[in-house]
């Protein structure tokens, strides 16, 4: 991309592959390389055998797993179907019931919901409000007709973990297997999967600087008995999943593994200190939302809902910047996320969050480009909404600053009444540095209000936020002489003050 490319901020979505990798790769596919079928009995095959079989080893390395334990896939999304399919299938004698989380990734709810319509149950936990599913919510929705759980270890679109140790051992104990997606952990966070109680666990390398289009599943030793394949052919992959393996593809695969493997005593630390201070930076906007607060994350995921923004302007305001909004994992049909649903957040709360997330190519620069970019978008929509249309309301007057303008420092504004309740006030203020440093007003009502509106918006200039709003309406009513059957009207303009005053952080 040029200098002008917005700064890349969605590693959970993808991640640009290492040079390194993109050369181990290249090595794998023309005349002189190692481009060889690894199931050929010749040079070339054992060639590629080899590169195969080192790269197993990488892979298996970077999660604590034997090297026959890992069967390469095309992505997180085959393993979880593999796993989910292929361990229903091969236990459906024990018990047709099935248990996952309703904030798991497509790739796990869409094989649930298919095998839903072949025979089995499923149930879809709902997590606490912070994305955490508590153990005894798990004890308690076991059947002794359960026979597959699946638990991600880190939500792709919050960062938030799950007790996968605790949650794992339940399984364990009644003999159910245990399927995890671990695909936005490996590489991120320390993972050693045989000290864990899991059977299955899925990979993709594209979340870790390794090409798109090839995965993993590790298949616990004492599992593999326990796992169907789910397509058939040339037995490669001890049969659980056949096919040309593409050397190239598991190559690269394998190289990226051992890069975030030697990374990963500094990089999770590295990472977290930028969602810090991209949070800090966010968080001292009013409204701002962390979702997944007070759980446990994963460094490099950080999501964020603004209040008072719709959720499409948002995202329309930020060309230089490459994030992901609320809606967008569901964008063809329009939902906002399911996921921030699950956790309780309502649609349009839901819909005016972005997702940033970051590996091993950010820098702190990006984080601060992302903390000036998105506080300006905000506020000048905030700014904006929805006084741009009463505005032009016939009666209103005053003076707001118009949206295009540049915002030096902050501006904050605050509301209230409707046209339709005949009386509507918006106050905008100017601050820094803990002052009003300037205010305008727009005001829609009887002679009065607007008269006590243009006297108190001259008064704000230089006061501080806890002494905002001087004095009462009662007071007002006084100083303005205004007619005591107005004070209704008059407690408008305190709510509109009082709305500047929320919203100034
Ligand atoms: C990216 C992702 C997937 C899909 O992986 P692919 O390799 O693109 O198929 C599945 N689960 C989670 C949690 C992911 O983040």
Redesign the pocket.
Known sequence: MNDAAPVYLDY?ATTPVDPRVAREMQQCLTAEGDFGNASSAHAYGAAAAARIGRARAQVAALVGADAQEITFTS????S?NLAILGAAHANAHRGRHLLTLRTE?K?VLDPYRHLEKSGFTATYLTPARNGVLEPAVLAAALRPDTVLVSI?YAN?ETGVLQDIRALGALCRERGIVFHS?C??AAGKLALDVHALPVDLVSF?A??LCGP?GV?ALYVARSARPRLWPVSFGGGQEQGLRPGTLPTHQIAGFGLACELAHRELSTEPARLEALRVRLWEGLATLPDAHLNGAGAPHAPGILNVSFGGVDGESLISGLEGLAVSAGAACNSETGEPSYVLRALGRDSRLAESSLRFSFGRFTRESDVDFAVRAVRRQVLRLRSMSPAAPIASVPGVVGAAWPPEEEIAGELVAGEAGSPAEGTWVRFQLRVGAGKVKDARFLVLGCPHTMDTVAWLCAQLPGRSREALVPGSPADWAEARAVPVEKLGRLLVVEDALRACRARWA
């Open positions: 959970a992505g997180a999304t085959e979880n990734h790739a991600m792709n997606d695909a936005q993709t594209h979340k798109k995965g």
